[in-house]
């Protein structure tokens, strides 16, 4: 074993003691939440690593550094999440790897990812990215609508060919009413999904949690959390 190897199956097992732990205490099986791995700024050759670990979820926020790294990966069965800001000019390179994009915040992005996935022959998974620091008809400093403008994303969704609305997304706010409050932030977003899941039973993903908060997330009832840091260690360069 190498000593990245080591070194990442250590912090995988710690992620995997924490998430554990945090199911027993909201009494949820295991199997309800899904560990996914945000391998930016690392290279293609620990998403190797992870996968031989047993990593099967990764996600990326940049197309640039994204698209070569699931190029170099091709031949390993990963889920690819993309989690970043996307501009539409991008779009057509994510469709060719992304499995699901977890970042869908604007009409002009669900008319462009549908029009991608259509040419590309590929059906994919999409959540609704929701700002919780958002106003009302506004979007996030990092991404995400208003929890208002989820329903007329979700309906524009459903219309979408080539498009799967799988749930929602967020990522804690740093400001505005729910800074420092994440368990408050992840109920409110649990909220919108019993909303969603009303009228449509099978967008039941919560994406919510990462390194820092993904206890919290757990409680609240994420069925995903997104964990970099604590997998891979602390990041050379924001990303
Ligand atoms: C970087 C990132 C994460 C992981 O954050 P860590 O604090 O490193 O665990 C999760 N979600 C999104 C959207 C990210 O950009």
Same mark, same amino acid.
């Given at each position: ?5 080591? &070194? ?6 710690? !992620? &995997?003691e ?12 295991? &199997?309800? !939440? ?5 391998? =930016?700024?690392?290279?293609? $050759? ?5 996968? /031989?670990? /047993? ?7 940049? *197309?640039?550094?994204?698209?070569? =790294? ?27 790897? %992304? ?19 259509? =040419?590309?022959? +590929?059906?994919?998974g999409c ?6 620091? %958002? &106003?009302a008809?506004?979007r /996030? ?25 799988? /749930?929602?997304?967020? !990522? ?10 994440q368990?408050?932030?992840? *109920?409110?977003?649990?909220?919108? $999904? ?5 009228? +449509? ?5 919560? $994406? ?17 959390? +997104?964990?970099?840091? %604590?997998?891979?260690g602390? +990041?050379? =360069?924001?990303?």
């Amino acid at each position: 074993m190498t000593d990245r190897t080591a &070194e990442l199956a250590e912090n995988l097992a710690r !992620v &995997e003691e924490r998430i554990a732990a945090a199911c027993a205490a909201a009494d949820r099986p295991r &199997e309800e !939440v899904t560990l996914i791995v945000v391998t =930016k700024t690392y290279p293609a $050759s620990d998403v190797r690593i992870l996968h /031989g670990l /047993g990593v099967r979820h990764v996600a990326e926020n940049r *197309d640039q550094d994204a698209a070569p =790294k699931a190029a170099a990966c091709a031949d390993l069965d990963l889920t690819w999440h993309f989690v970043g800001q996307l501009q539409t000019n991008k779009v057509r390179s994510v469709v060719g790897y %992304a499995d699901v994009v977890q970042s869908v915040d604007r009409l002009k992005l669900v008319s462009a990812l549908s029009a991608a996935a259509g =040419k590309a022959d +590929r059906e994919l998974g999409c959540l609704i990215q929701v700002a919780l620091d %958002a &106003e009302a008809g506004g979007r /996030g400093d990092r991404g995400g609508v208003s929890p208002e403008g989820v329903e007329e994303l979700a309906a524009a969704l459903d219309e979408a060919p080539g498009l799967r609305l799988d /749930g929602l997304m967020t !990522v804690a706010p740093l400001v505005g009413e729910y800074a420092g409050r994440q368990r408050a932030a992840f *109920d409110r977003l649990m909220d919108l $999904s019993t909303a969603l899941r009303a009228t +449509r039973p099978a967008a039941n993903m919560v $994406s919510a949690g990462m390194s820092a908060d993904l206890e919290d997330a757990i409680a609240a009832g994420a069925t995903h959390v +997104r964990v970099g840091t %604590a997998v891979l260690g602390v +990041r050379p =360069k924001l990303g």
